[in-house]
């Protein structure tokens, strides 16, 4: 035993929901965007935000305190990351991500205790509705969620497409692909391939719109469609990130056993997401993840890398491994 | 401007209430508690606590990766701080704070935007009830709440000890003192001093007991009172922590002036509590505990040592100074 443990660290977990729903708050107020606009006093900012001057002062210092905000002669600025990342009016904003979870994980995980007593989902669906059609049904949110899905994988996506030898391919497609970020990012580092991305019919014009801006329609095209009810489009490598984990056991097979189906002979599944290290002591995101998981879906789960490549072995795949990518994502490779 | 800002901080902080919680619930369930009597599997600790097995494992290895269990062999056991201070059958358990935050705090802090736009609290009062009777009015959960604050003010509390000239002085007196570890820690510390602990009359039992386990009970006595309703007892040194904040600033400075009035001459003002750096920049956890304030109380709220240093000379104290103590917390002093 450590000499003389303090309280200090479960402290600052235990009371760590203050600080994450303060920068929750301020995303949601859309402080970062009124403040990419220019250097701002409190009064004025408070003013133009609509809150009341009593609690203004703290909120705002309270984001400097935290390394969200800057204050220089009485005048707020955004830090470096939220001028990038949480202002509204640019591409790169991973606030949609945010919005969602302040509006709707953030109270349904004040339900974690009941969650772990009864293994039931604590979101929409306990009162008979459904979290995908809280996210999919107003486009404007969708568009957010999916830009922020966009920003929070660009580092994962980026690695993707350059730790895979992508040279011994010719086709890709990312199922689930939102946005489709990956698959501008696999398509920018390299020019012989063509792709695209499937989804949700929804998504359609969002991703083509995305493509189209960096001028890669003519190679990435999107496919419409439910991965459970349709075929799964035929090419030489799948890419699903962000999928598996929604799932039970048996439909993450089914869904494994299907691109093994639509794979090409010696194509390759890559599945990407927060895969928890086989120890699953390390990863704290990914096994908090799948806690998440345990809110939002019936059955889903996240697991480990030594779980999902005997997944996709007993599917039929050989040559499967684990890559690190960035942060707690990583990929499962297998060939068929 | 950095070069290549990511968006990791922002997601780390905005998602930092899902580690957060799943602290908060293992209090709620009893986790460290249950380990605190031998290492078990994950088998055996779920049915135990009572937990459906599709969570559980993730739940146990989440709080492995973040720090608060340890797992070998299969079998998990408390990490060092975890057994000194969240297992409820040790006086050193901390863990009533964190009871009260779940069950209280992290839903209140849901209605976060809802309070900086209107400046009202978010607690009970919203509905017409009372922060104070849902803490005070059960015995058991009273109990448990003044040990967490024993637990988080010791490191503070031993320092006060120490740092203040206590050999100039022959009495003192601590206002809103819980289980009156200050007290304690005061007259430990110093042979020559006599004095006591001020708090509503509920308290009186549990300070009484408290002091006399350190065999104080003739150097120590319970003053109940209201310290807005009744005249403070007259001593040489009055200390006032985790009080001030919770008022508005005209409430305040009643505290002060009668603080003032009930101290001999020469005696001295401590104010104790998360306070705020001047620059407003630093402090964190006291900017936060000020919005902890505007969702809690009509009015109160966490100030700097310049703030602080200001009502006491306006009351007429003078040779006013404000010194460090531990982690988030200072002392603001003031000599009659």
Redesign the interface.
């Known amino acids: 035993?450590?000499g003389h443990?303090?309280?200090?660290?479960?402290?600052q977990?235990?009371?760590?929901?203050?600080?994450?729903?303060?920068?929750?708050?301020a995303?949601?107020?859309g402080v970062f965007t009124e403040l990419a606009q220019g250097p701002q006093d409190g009064d004025g900012l408070a003013q133009r935000l609509?809150?009341?001057?009593?609690?203004?002062r703290?909120?705002f210092?309270?984001l400097?305190?935290?390394?969200?905000l800057r204050?220089e002669g009485g005048r707020y600025t955004n830090s470096?990351?939220?001028?990038?990342?949480?202002d509204r009016a640019k591409p790169s904003y991973?606030g949609g991500?945010?919005e969602m979870?302040n509006a709707r994980?953030?109270?349904f995980?004040?339900s974690?205790?009941e969650?772990?007593?009864?293994?039931?989902p604590q979101n929409e669906a306990k009162e008979g509705g459904n979290a995908f059609d809280a996210i999919y049904s107003d486009p404007v949110r969708l568009e957010a969620f999916v830009r922020g899905m966009t920003?929070?994988s660009?580092?994962a996506n980026m690695a993707m497409a350059q730790k895979f030898p992508w040279s011994k391919y010719q086709s890709f497609i990312d199922l689930g692909t939102a946005q489709g970020c990956l698959p501008a990012q696999i398509a920018l580092a390299h020019d012989h391939l063509s792709g695209g991305g499937f989804d949700l019919p929804q998504i359609g014009p969002i991703f083509e719109q995305y493509v189209a801006s960096f001028g890669l329609a003519q190679r990435l095209r999107f496919y419409p469609g439910d991965f459970f009810k349709d075929p799964l489009p035929e090419t030489d490598v799948l890419l699903m990130g962000h999928i598996l984990h929604d799932w039970g056991l048996e439909e993450k097979r089914v869904l494994i056993a299907k691109a093994y189906e639509a794979l090409n002979p010696g194509g390759a599944l890559i599945v990407y997401e927060a895969v928890?290290d086989d120890a699953?002591?390390?990863?704290?995101?990914g096994?908090?993840m799948?806690?998440?998981m345990?809110i939002e879906t019936p059955?889903g789960?996240?697991y480990t890398g030594a779980d999902c490549q005997s997944w996709l072995r007993d599917a039929g795949f050989h040559d499967t491994h684990v890559e690190h990518l960035v942060?707690p994502d990583s990929m499962v490779v297998g060939i068929k």
Chains 1, 2 share one sequence.
């Open positions: 035993m450590a443990p303090t309280p200090d660290g479960i402290l977990l235990g009371m760590g929901f203050w600080g994450s729903k303060t920068l929750l708050s995303v949601e107020l609509g809150l009341h001057q009593r609690g203004s703290d909120f210092d309270a400097v305190a935290l390394g969200k204050r470096p990351d939220t001028e990038v990342f949480l991973v991500i945010l979870a994980l953030f109270g995980w004040g974690l205790t969650a772990l007593r009864t293994g039931r920003g929070v660009m580092g928890i699953r002591n390390q990863n704290a995101f096994l908090l799948s806690l998440n345990l059955a789960f996240d942060g």
